[in-house]
């Protein structure tokens, strides 16, 4: 995929001459240019950047204060500082500020050209996956307390989001400007991705709160809910427009409303699995069904697919108290709530049987 670059510069002929010079690069990056910081911060939200080159004396914001902007809020984006004044102990402040690197001007096109194939080049230095599933990746990245920066393209939206990993846990998102948790459920509710990865993470501080698997459970259960709530939209206009003309059919309609939902597995064979199982135990608390674990019980499933883990047949949910409960999957889900008292191995041996 061409990627966007970005030249900032108040030199206006020496920028358009950059951009027109850089037109043999077109099938690696194509080449947008900003004549200071504030117009950079502009181009940056209008568009997916993935390396700024730029000067250091601008007007009304200088390339230091981009550093830091960029920094704050596009960390994976490199940057590459033009300087006229270069001397040891700048180029060692300018790499600790961030800079990925430098060029002496005047300089040889070419030669700036080779620095930002490279800088691209390390953005997907741990290789670029089309068909993997994003989420099975992301579990293998927190198993395997991996160090990296993963960029993940949606190929519905075309938009770009960035993972920040240190050590498997995820210290950051982004997509544009919009940073932290907001920005990962927006990246994990993406259905069509293709993701690179970066063997390295530039953040230092975690930034986002909790743990991977809640905020995974979370974006799942968003989606989730969003195609279930397009699903019934569409059925629900198919049913309008199939409707014939002039037909009275609401007491039809009364009847299928009033309907009870169909519950599986029905309470009574719960009921009568556990005692049989567990005949006389004591610390079943309740057995009922709950519709609003269904969807719950959908992303599960999902989560145990790319590692084929076969049908979802119960879910354990502990809540650090005395009462812990069972799902057991179905049209519509049925909770099993048992306390401390509960043999609950044999209990969960029992409805996964």
């Not at 075309?158 to 919009?178: I, T």
């Amino acid at each position: 995929m061409v990627k966007n670059i970005l030249i900032v510069d108040d030199d206006h002929i020496w920028v358009r001459a950059i951009k027109k010079q850089f037109s043999i690069y077109a099938d690696t990056f194509t080449t947008l240019t900003a004549g200071n910081g504030v117009e950079a911060v502009r181009m940056l939200k209008a568009n997916s950047i993935s390396l700024v080159v730029t000067d250091l004396q601008m007007p009304e914001m200088d390339g230091f204060s981009l550093m830091a902007h960029l920094s704050a809020t596009y960390p994976d984006i490199p940057v590459i500082i033009m300087t006229a004044y270069s001397t040891p102990l700048s180029k060692k402040t300018l790499v600790e500020s961030g800079a990925a690197g430098y060029i002496e001007k005047p300089f040889i096109l070419k030669d700036l050209a080779e620095k930002i194939i490279s800088a691209l080049k390390k953005q997907s230095e741990g290789g670029t996956l089309q068909s993997v599933p994003l989420e099975m990746f992301i579990q293998l990245i927190e198993m395997e307390q991996k160090t990296c920066t993963i960029r993940v393209t949606s190929k519905t939206y075309g938009q770009l989001g960035v993972l920040f990993f240190k050590n498997g846990k995820l210290m950051d998102a982004r997509v544009g400007d919009q940073q932290g948790v907001s920005a990962a459920y927006r990246i994990f509710g993406w259905e069509k991705v293709s993701f690179s990865i970066q063997d390295e993470c530039p953040l230092k501080k975690k930034r986002i709160a909790g743990g991977l698997q809640a905020i995974l459970f979370e974006a799942m259960r968003m989606k989730d809910e969003a195609g279930a709530a397009e699903s019934d939209f569409t059925e629900e206009a198919s049913a309008i427009t199939s409707k014939p003309s002039g037909l009275n059919d609401t007491s039809a309609g009364n009847d299928l409303r009033d309907k009870p939902p169909e519950i599986t597995p029905p309470i009574d064979r719960v009921k009568e699995k556990y005692h049989l199982v567990v005949p006389g135990a004591r610390g079943l608390e309740d057995v009922y069904p709950d519709a609003s674990w269904q969807s719950f019980c959908r992303l599960a499933a999902r989560l145990g697919a790319p590692f084929e883990a076969g049908d979802l047949k119960l879910v354990s949910a502990g809540y650090g108290g005395r009462v812990s409960l069972i799902v057991v999957p179905g049209k519509v889900p049925v909770v099993v709530a048992v306390n401390d008292a509960c043999p609950k191995d044999q209990v969960l041996d029992a409805f996964s049987g």
